[in-house]
Every structure is written in structure tokens, then in C-alpha cells.
């Protein structure tokens, strides 16, 4: 299957895999490198947007290997989105080692540029997603109904998470109440003292994962039931993302 996966996409598997890389990279320089910025270490967040570009693009290759036909369609799709998110890890790292912010910053002209470039990049990437959920409700695709319904929620879910994170570039910053920056979580450092945007962004976007392997699993132990069980999980799923969004708007902590 991995096979068959990759090579039916392999602009999706190369960049997944380049990405994969640039985290161990990463983690390496990190060891020698202790300057931080907001409180963590500098190299921190692209070794985050380096996980998650590559399991993004990863899952995508699932997503279109079983698109029948629309082969101009999927081409576009895999490397529209190859290649936006290679440029967004680009820009984050390139901010990383200028010891300067990546997200809501303009404090130079060219600060800002990035910054506008980098969220460019995303609107185009979520129009993609949208894309691709048009073709898997309109698409005679050959998967059981509580998976193709699992990945069809996980994409809904998907686009509203892109949605809130738009609002967080709106409003320039990810933490309500506090400015960013302060205590917060391991690794992810969302904030443990106010309101933190980026808890309900990062449930949203897995639900692109979440939701299809769930209505995988109740298949595979054949599950009574299995299709109303995907609904209501993608029911629950999204009540999480909500109740997280409106938790940090009331300037709540997650934890």
C-alpha cells in the first residue's frame, strides 16, 4: 500500500519526506542553539511546522489515491500544495535564524511582506482543501461509506480550523488576554495563564486525520452501527474544536 501510495504521489511523498528531514536537522541545531524567542528556543516552531507539514502531506497522498481519475485535478492539488507549504517552512525557519517572529509580525516592511506571503500562501492551500471536498462529495469514489464520510468531515472540520486560523491573523496574535509569549505548555507552549488560539487551530486541522481513522477503526471491529458512529464522533469532534475556540476567546487556558 505504502508503495502504491508513493508512487502515485510522489511530489507528496518527497516534500513530506524533505520536511521530515528538516526537523532532524533541526533538533540538531537546537542542541547548540539556545537563543529564544517569546520564552522558547528560536528553532522551536519551524521544527513544529515541520511535523505537521509532513503528516499533512503525507495524509494527502491518502486523500487523492483514491480520487478516481481527475488526474489534472489531483496534480494540482499535490503540488499546489507541496509547494506552498515548502515556502511557508522556508519563511519560518528563515525568520527562526533572522532571531525575529514569523507570525503577526511587521515590524519592517519586510517582516510584514513575509508575513502577508506566508498567509497568501495558507488561503490558497485552504482553497485546495475546499477543493478536494467538492470532488469527494461529487466523486463516484470507491471507499466504505463511514470512511469516505470520516474523510469528508475531517475536511469540513479541516476548513473551519483554516477559517480560525485567519481570525488569529486578523487579530495579530494567538493568546486573549496576554500578550504572546509567557508560561506555556511543553513543546506546543500554549499559553497556561490566558486564552490561546492556536489549542482549537490544532484540533481543527487533525480532524483531517482523526475522523477518517476513527471510522477506519470501528470498521475494522466491525463496529455495529459504523457510519452513525462516524457521525456522532465528527459530532463530538467538532463540539471539541468549538468549545476550545470559545474557551481561549474568554481568555480561558486550555489547562
Not at 509547494?83 to 503577526?104: D, N, P, Y
Request: hydrophobic share 55%; glycine share 8%; charged share 15%.
Amino acid at each position: 500500500m505504502l508503495r502504491l501510495l508513493v508512487r502515485d504521489q510522489k511530489v507528496l511523498a518527497t516534500v513530506g519526506a524533505l520536511s521530515f528531514a528538516g526537523l532532524i536537522v533541526l533538533m540538531v541545531i537546537s542542541i547548540f542553539d539556545s537563543y529564544e524567542i517569546l520564552g522558547t528556543n528560536r528553532w522551536i516552531k519551524p521544527m513544529k511546522f515541520c511535523i505537521s507539514i509532513a503528516l499533512y502531506l503525507w495524509t494527502l497522498m491518502f486523500y487523492l489515491y483514491f480520487v478516481p481519475g481527475r488526474e489534472r485535478a489531483k496534480k494540482v492539488i499535490a503540488w499546489g500544495a507541496s509547494l506552498l507549504l515548502l515556502g511557508e517552512i522556508v519563511l519560518i525557519t528563515m525568520q527562526s535564524a533572522r532571531k525575529t517572529t514569523s507570525h503577526f509580525n511587521n515590524a519592517t516592511p519586510f517582516d510584514d511582506a513575509v508575513f502577508t506571503s506566508m498567509g497568501t500562501m495558507i488561503v490558497v492551500n485552504t482553497f485546495l482543501i475546499a477543493y478536494l471536498l467538492v470532488i469527494y462529495l461529487r466523486s463516484d469514489i470507491q471507499l466504505s461509506r463511514p470512511v469516505l464520510w470520516g474523510m469528508r468531515i475531517g475536511m469540513a472540520i479541516f476548513l473551519l480550523a483554516s477559517a480560525e486560523g485567519a481570525y488569529m491573523s486578523i487579530y495579530m496574535q494567538h493568546s486573549v488576554g496576554v500578550p504572546d509569549g509567557g508560561p506555556g505548555l511543553p513543546l506546543v507552549n500554549w499559553s497556561t495563564k490566558a486564552g490561546d488560539l492556536r489549542a482549537a487551530h490544532f484540533i481543527g486541522m487533525h480532524a483531517l486525520q482523526g475522523v477518517p481513522i476513527f471510522a477506519w477503526v470501528m470498521e475494522r471491529i466491525k463496529a455495529p452501527g459504523a457510519l452513525g458512529l462516524t457521525f456522532a464522533f465528527g459530532a463530538a469532534y467538532f463540539a471539541v474544536f468549538a468549545f476550545t475556540f470559545i474557551q481561549a476567546l474568554l481568555g480561558r487556558p486550555l489547562i
